[in-house]
């Protein structure tokens, strides 16, 4: 055998076995294995609540509009029942959360806040009574009878409520001049049954994931 053939072969070898180190993942001598990755997110005392929520299953429902809320009801109730009738789990072994933002801020304040500002609410926030032509004067879907929300709470359900969107909220109702920070005040003093102010609501969405929620978003 020829030198030069010999020297083909010791080429082609040292090639297939570079092929075959590659291919089961090995790194030629010298080459460093990228890191794990060690991420871990930061807690915060403001968001310690979402996981205080006793709960086999964590799910956050994140609403942005007024076409969403009445879906939100139906949506959460599906959660409950799906668990009990298809799991077996009691609606106590679930945590759910319903983040209110954006344009369906205004649905997290009683018919205290609404029987007073109903028509500057609605008109802010894109709503039209589908059954009536007079502006609401009560929250539409805070009680029966239709979609509930307080029936929610009483479920066990948490509401987060946007404190961003509710003090844009509170100085449109003002108006120019106006006293925006009382109207503040009677708004946080008159919110729906288990709601909390969160800083913002898109805040709240991922918070709730890094917090082991799977979420779901109603619109």
Avoid at 154 to 172: E, L
Avoid at 192 to 203: D, E, Y
């Amino acid at each position: 055998m020829t030198n030069d053939m010999r020297a083909r072969r010791s080429l082609m070898s040292s090639i297939g076995a570079f092929a075959a180190a590659f291919a089961l993942g090995s790194r030629p001598a010298g080459a460093q294995t990228p890191a794990a990755s060690t991420f871990t997110p930061a807690r915060h005392s403001q968001d310690g609540w979402l996981d205080e929520i006793p709960g086999k299953h964590r799910v956050v429902l994140d609403v942005t509009s007024s076409l969403g809320v009445p879906d939100v009801v139906r949506f959460a109730g599906n959660v409950l029942g799906a668990n009990k009738n298809g799991y077996g789990l009691e609606e106590t072994e679930l945590a759910v959360v319903v983040i209110l933002r954006h344009s369906a801020t205004a649905f997290a304040y009683s018919d205290v806040i609404w029987a007073k500002h109903g028509p500057a609410l609605a008109a802010a926030n894109g709503y039209t009574d589908p059954e009536s032509t007079e502006p609401p004067r009560v929250n539409p879907f805070a009680s029966a009878p239709r979609n509930a929300l307080d029936g929610l709470a009483k479920r066990g359900v948490q509401f987060a409520v946007c404190d961003t969107a509710s003090h844009g909220i509170s100085r449109r109702l003002a108006g120019q001049g106006g006293d925006a920070d009382a109207v503040y005040k009677e708004m946080v003093a008159n919110m729906i049954p288990s709601s909390r102010l969160v800083p913002a609501g898109v805040v709240a969405v991922t918070r709730a994931q890094e917090y082991g929620y799977g979420v779901i978003h109603v619109g």
